[in-house]
């Protein structure tokens, strides 16, 4: 009897196992193809369960994938990528125990990802960024108008590789110096990236006067360069090409690079005509100082001090350098004094020895910068135009320094 129910035991097992192993497992398969119709391989297909479970796997040169690892019963998302093509999801698809879990799905091309690597190289010739033979990097339209300052070239520093800006600290108009991948000559203004504007060269040098020592009789002035005057909102994109061989269509000019900028030409995707209108506040504010110490005065002696000679005794404001930052100490004593009230300076009465902490802080005052710009364009399949009005206003930190810059662009393209 106890042989019989093992014998019966074994069997349903047997049969219970037999039953779960015949059970077909789902299978998903599927095919991608264009719509132009043509099979697409290497496609990313994502799959996504409720489970949080994810597959993914990619077509192969028939355009055909498969899923063995899913349940019965389950929704699942796929998401199909493709560059070059718009991505595809195909959502809460449930799979079937039995019959067939198949998907044919169909890939829209798109331009998003390829105008990405789509560069502006010498001569406005546009080519795609992995065919070059050297280097080239493109920044867009908001790398210059965010953030702006007064001259828009220093909003590129640190946003393109090998890309150098000094900028010379002569105030609001101050200009800079563009140089790619180092010095590589002796003459300094060789060195220099050539700007180059809608495939026109300008000139980057600066533009100033005078010539002797800082400081001097004629003290240098540096009133900016022709690439400062640039509007940033007129500006589409800026490509930086790097070495001779990107530039070898400009000469020698270009040994150092060149900076390649695209102005807007008021081409539009959408129809009808587009008004834009840009408003930028800033301040400017000293951003450290010096410390000082204001226990005692300048002179050479701790006896006293006088601005030339005073009855007080001889001259020790000045012909000894050395020493000249600690004179008498600050108490409130009466010394002659600097009077900027005579034409000289020469003092008449005694003033009190006090130290004037705000005497260089209180100089300098908070700078402000307003610009505002207004576009209009429009165009069809024949042309395009764009007309383009600007102002920028700026009062520096320092008094009675500051200037006021209106700017008019106008662009117009028509097909012949």
Do not use: C
Not at 46 to 55: F, K
């Amino acid at each position: 009897m106890k042989k019989l129910l093992r014998t019966g035991l074994f069997v349903f097992l047997l049969g219970i196992t037999t039953f779960l192993m015949a059970q077909p497992t789902p299978v998903v398969t599927g095919t991608v193809m264009n719509d132009k119709g043509d099979l697409l391989s290497g496609v990313t297909v994502r799959v996504n369960g409720a489970d949080n479970s994810n597959y993914s796997t990619t077509t192969d040169e028939k355009g055909a994938f498969a899923f063995r690892q899913l349940k019965t019963g389950s929704a699942y998302e796929f998401v199909f990528t493709h560059v070059g093509y718009q991505n595809q999801v195909v959502k809460n698809y449930k799979l079937k125990q039995e019959g067939t879990n198949a998907l044919l799905v169909e890939l829209k091309a798109g331009n998003v990802l390829l105008d990405e690597v789509v560069v502006t190289t010498a001569l406005g010739i546009k080519r795609v960024e992995k065919s070059l033979g050297y280097a080239a990097q493109t920044v867009n339209e908001n790398a210059v108008k965010d953030a702006r300052t007064n001259n828009w070239v220093n909003a590129l520093s640190g946003k393109v590789a090998g890309l150098s800006i000094q900028g010379t600290g002569s105030g609001p108009m101050g200009s800079s110096r563009i140089t790619l991948r180092g010095e590589n000559s002796l003459n300094l203004d060789n060195n220099q990236a050539l700007i180059v504007v809608d495939g026109i060269p300008i000139s980057s040098k600066i533009t100033g006067t005078g010539f002797k020592a800082h400081l001097a009789t004629d003290s240098p002035v540096d009133f900016g360069s022709d690439l400062s005057d640039l509007n940033p909102d007129d500006i589409a994109s800026v490509t930086v090409l790097k070495g001779p061989g990107a530039t070898a269509l400009y000469g020698s000019r270009a040994a150092s690079g060149a900076l390649i900028i695209t102005t807007k030409s008021g081409a539009r995707k959408d129809k009808g005509l587009g008004i834009t209108f840009n408003s930028n506040f800033s301040i400017d504010r000293v951003n450290r100082w010096v410390d000082n110490q204001y226990e005692y005065g300048e002179g050479r002696t701790n006896a006293y001090f006088s601005y030339l000679d005073s009855p007080d005794g001889i001259n020790t404001a000045t012909n000894v350098a050395a020493g000249r930052a600690f004179g008498p100490k600050y108490n409130g004593q009466l010394y002659f004094q600097f009077d900027p009230t005579t034409p000289d300076g020469k003092p008449t009465v005694r003033t009190p020895w006090v130290a004037y902490p705000d005497y260089i802080k209180g100089f300098f005052q908070t700078g402000t910068t307003i610009s505002n710009n207004v576009s209009i364009e429009g165009g069809n399949e024949k042309g395009s135009a764009r007309l383009s009005l600007s102002q920028f206003k700026n009062k520096w930190i320092l008094p009675n320094t500051g200037y006021e810059r209106y700017s008019v662009a106008l662009s117009v393209n028509q097909r012949v």
